[in-house]
Nanobody
């Protein structure tokens, strides 16, 4: 499986962006996909995850109520709708495929694609 994130950009605080993660390869209903962010000088951290059959999602406390993760089997893609963006959301965002089922831990994920930069100005 290969993943490619896109959709980042420069936006003012309070604005919105929609990130996409294109998936190349076979995805099963039990697979778990996650979005992670890595801010300047920081470690990669969990943002949101979803089981491919969409029966379960989870979010970091910092983004609850602002971000929404979803997926499209027709597009073979995972999305992250980001609303009410804040300067502290500035980071490179990566999508990953979990190798350990339902997990928020970075090291349980692989197939990292090239990230997409999100910059939120104040």
């Amino acid at each position: 499986v290969q993943l490619q994130a896109s959709g980042g950009g420069l936006v003012q605080a309070g604005g919105s962006l929609r990130l996409s993660c294109a998936v190349s390869g076979r995805i099963y209903s039990s697979h778990v996909m996650g979005w992670f962010s890595q801010g300047p000088g920081k470690e990669r951290e969990f943002v949101a995850l979803i089981r491919w059959n969409q029966d379960r999602t989870s979010y970091a406390n910092s983004v609850k109520g602002r971000f929404t993760i979803s997926r499209s089997s027709a597009e073979n893609s995972v999305y992250l709708q980001m609303n009410s963006l804040k300067p502290e959301d500035t980071a490179v965002y990566y999508c990953g495929l979990s190798r350990s089922g339902w997990s928020t831990r970075v090291h349980d994920y692989g197939s990292w694609g090239q990230g997409t930069q999100v910059t939120v100005s104040s």
